[in-house]
């Protein structure tokens, strides 16, 4: 393997083949034109051989409608807007990212439900 990820390369294919059992234009060779690659670049992406960038990811991820933050995490990548959350706010993203590493799923959606509550509140008050 030459830096690419196994892992986010069988998942793109799973999840590309699932789609072309419904939708002829998922074959290697058509998806790849969509996302304006070559058919042995995406090739040696779902074997693993090479490594895909963020956007590539994001887009592949859009073009088979699912998480782009779980393909990005499988090609151990972050999405550029989240690096320039944590460059823009260094030390209160590092400490909130140290804390929540050691949580449980569990917790981390009780916090992501307190989070979007949170948010929801800040709407409201914007909207009065």
């Known amino acids: 393997m ?8 069988d998942k793109i294919r799973q999840l590309r083949e699932e ?23 995406l090739s040696k992406i779902e074997t693993g051989d090479m490594p895909a960038g963020a956007d590539l990811i994001m887009k592949i991820a ?6 782009e933050d779980e393909l990005l995490a499988l ?25 929540a590493s050691g949580m449980s799923k569990e917790k981390l959606d009780k916090l992501r439900g307190y989070m979007d509550a949170l948010s929801e509140q800040d709407k409201d008050k914007e909207g009065k």
């Open 2 to 9: 030459a830096g690419g990820s196994k892992a986010l390369g």
């Open 19 to 41: 789609k072309r059992k419904t939708d002829p234009n998922f074959t290697g060779r058509q998806f790849s034109i969509t996302l304006g690659i070559s058919p042995t670049y």
């Open 62 to 67: 859009k073009l088979l409608e699912t998480n």
């Open 75 to 99: 090609g151990k990548k972050v999405s550029p807007d989240l690096n320039k959350i944590i460059v823009d706010k260094p030390v209160e993203m590092a400490s909130f990212l140290r804390t």
